[in-house]
């Protein structure tokens, strides 16, 4: 991984096809919440498939009511990567990455594999404005998060960047009963 990716450092903004062939940037994805983000092998990975399906079934139903999201990116062409994500049952973006655009970017070709020439696998987790908040190499299996590593990672992510973290917060109170929703996430939005 690039020496500049690291925890605090703001992670690229890739734009690349997802799984529907739209092209889509990290940070429209992101939102204003905190992020999961694979670095995958590839569908050919069992591996991936591993992690992948845990996150499909563990995370993926509290990730949907947590404003959350998750996004994978694989060097995958299209076709594969709709299979990749059919196969798992993943409802987040697979985004598409043949040209290799994020490896090379990244310096996270894994040299190991010359046949498939795949990205070393990794798994970000990222705060609002893609900060990272942590890295993960998976390049073995048990270099990647649980799902466990990664509530836990979400919660400290999710505590700095919601000021309505904590509803005993001095002056929250009053702000809300003022009217003044701007301290309280996805309220007084249209």
């Not at 889509?24 to 990975?45: F, K, N, W």
């Not at 990116?73 to 594969?80: A, F, L, R, V």
Request: proline residues 7%; aromatic residues 10%.
């Amino acid at each position: 991984m690039r020496s500049d990716i690291v925890p605090g450092a703001v992670f690229p903004d890739y734009a690349l096809p997802d799984h529907t062939d739209t092209v889509r940037r990290l940070s429209e994805l992101q939102g204003d919440d905190p992020m999961i983000v694979t670095l995958a092998r590839g569908h050919y990975c069992p591996k991936e498939h591993m992690q992948h399906l845990e996150m499909a079934t563990v995370l993926q139903p509290k990730v949907a009511v947590a404003y959350t999201s998750i996004v994978t990116i694989s060097t995958d062409d299209h076709h594969t990567t709709q299979e990749f994500r059919l196969s798992v049952g993943a409802q987040w973006p697979f985004l598409s990455d043949p040209g290799r655009v994020v490896q090379q970017d990244l310096d996270i070709q894994e040299y190991t594999d010359p046949d498939n020439n795949p990205m070393v696998p990794h798994t970000l987790v990222l705060k609002p404005g893609l900060v990272v908040h942590s890295i993960y190499n998976g390049y073995w299996f048990w270099g990647r998060p649980s799902v466990y590593d990664l509530w836990r990672d979400l919660r400290e992510a999710s505590a700095e960047a919601r000021t309505d973290w904590d509803l005993s917060t001095p002056g929250l109170r009053e702000a809300w009963e003022s009217g003044d929703f701007s301290k309280f996430h996805g309220w007084g939005k249209s």
